[in-house]
């Protein structure tokens, strides 16, 4: 079977040079423990930041777009993707390397930290 790790990819670690950064608005209000809104404008304050040094992407439901974007400003792009969580660690693609300049997005089943949700 075809793997990424004998294809020669590996996952780079944290302080490796990347393009860009990629993170999700948060969307599910029980993970934030009644702070939903406060943890938006954090998220965002957050990609501003980033935003001066590399390319920020803020991937937001279609309901969220106009809030994203407007507490994230012009200089933070937001995509419209469906997701249901803003921890993009757990949720997102993990993104590998190879020694050619190659890159690859994994798609992984991440279960919930066991499914409790």
Known sequence: MKTPKNRG?????EWHPHRRCWMAWPTYG???????EACKVAYAN???????????VMLANEAD???ARTLCGPA????PVPIDDGWF???GPTFLIDGRGASLGVDWGFNGW????
């Open 9 to 13: 990819f590996q996952m780079p670690a």
């Open 30 to 36: 029980p993970a934030y423990f009644g702070r939903l």
């Open 46 to 56: 957050v990609a501003r930041a980033i935003s001066r040094f590399e390319p920020a």
């Open 65 to 67: 777009l106009v809030i």
């Open 76 to 79: 933070v792009e937001v995509r």
């Open 89 to 91: 660690r757990d949720n």
């Open 114 to 117: 066991g499914g409790v949700r």
